[in-house]
């Protein structure tokens, strides 16, 4: 059959609201003539994109065919690495969870180990999920650290030994065959929860308190990467506070020398508390720990003082604060609102809404899975599989 699969795509990109659509109402969106709706419709259902969706009562009477998006079209392998722990999942093409598991996973062990292990894990879940590698259109990996977007390889991560320029796409690809995408985990985070729990908010700034501390910027709906991937690295922002102290970047006075988990835990460490890392201080800080809850409170108001400055510089509606020294509540979330209040503008804080995160530990799996379908789903990317040229490439875009 000769089909006119160009723009096919872009007929995709209006089905993927999730609701269903007749050709009388996709010619009336798109202005296009009957027979090409058609034409594209059956290149897209050749592929699996779409799906019959039932009959819906058109104007004259008739049953018309309706159609939606088919999310399980394909699976995507989504991994979100910690500097500790490990996530990693199958999903469809909604982000909808098939299966998954967690464990403790250092990534000072290296790239060939992490990432064998991750290769060994997927293979396990996909078969779990009743799949298979064929079924799969990509992979989406979010890593501890700055990531060059544009090749997926790790730039001078502080926390990363054996990692910096490691090819991990190459790596994954000459095992699993598909696409491989990475970035930074922060990034992975905001696109998670952004697109599961404020799909609807323009503006959003997902702020990661961990190891270390990093910010990931949604603008107009989308992820702002900057020129190289480097945006929203406010962990390494300069902070009056901490001017005596050296941070593993190797400057002094970062928020994260002072705020981030790990500064914590050495100082509770010091006091003779037993803190190994943050979520020994959000355990201690459960525990009611006073020591635990003072430094929590006040590691807010570190973080509050440089968003007050993103603050009036961004203005975004909401500021979704995430990683493990989250779970310590609202210790931490009282001192960021209250420093964001008191130092920023008036308009600026008129709307903003400063929240824990709402997914948990799997935002960062969510936003890996999300940031494969764009790619997949992008519309000149559907257009070139439908018309059969398109190459599977193991780089990011």
Known sequence: MTTEPAGAGALLAILRDGRARTRTELV??????????????????DQQWIRPAGEVISSGGRPAAAFSFNSGARTVLAADLGAT????????????????????????????????????????????????????????????????????????????PNWDGFD????????????ILVDNDVNIMALGEHRAASPEIEHLLFVKVGTGIGCGVITEHRLHRGARGSAGDIGHIEVARAANETCRCGNAGCLEAVAGGGALAARLRDAGLAAADGRDVVNLVRAGN??????????????????????????PEVIVIGGDLSEAGEHLLAGVREAVYRRSLPLATQ????????????????????????HTLDPAAVDRTIAGSGVREFAAP
């Not at 996530?87 to 062990?109: G, P, Q, Y």
């Not at 292990?117 to 997927?122: A, H, K, L, Q, T």
């Not at 991990?168 to 696409?179: D, E, H, I």
């Open 290 to 315: 006073p020591a635990a809850v003072r430094m929590v409170r006040q590691a807010g108001r570190d973080i509050g003082d440089v968003l007050a400055a993103l603050v009036n510089f961004f203005n």
């Open 351 to 374: 709307h903003l809404s400063i929240r824990g995160r709402q997914l948990g530990d799997r935002a960062g799996v969510i936003g890996a899975a999300v940031m494969v379908a764009e």
């Open 28 to 45: 009336q969106l798109t202005g296009l003539a009957r027979s090409t709706v058609s034409q594209r419709l059956d290149a897209l259902a």
């Open 168 to 179: 991990v796409p190459g790596r994954l690809a000459s095992r699993l065959g598909v696409p």
């Open 85 to 160: 722990h490990a996530r990693i999942a199958v999903t469809d093409l909604a982000a909808r969870v098939l299966a998954e598991r967690s464990r403790d996973m250092r990534i000072a062990e290296g790239p060939e180990r992490v990432l064998g292990w991750i290769v060994d894990e997927f293979t396990e879940l996909l078969a779990e999920a009743g799949h298979t590698l064929s079924h799969v259109c990509g992979v989406g990996i979010g890593l501890p650290g700055p990531v060059d977007h544009a090749s997926g390889r790790p730039v001078n991560p502080p926390i990363m």
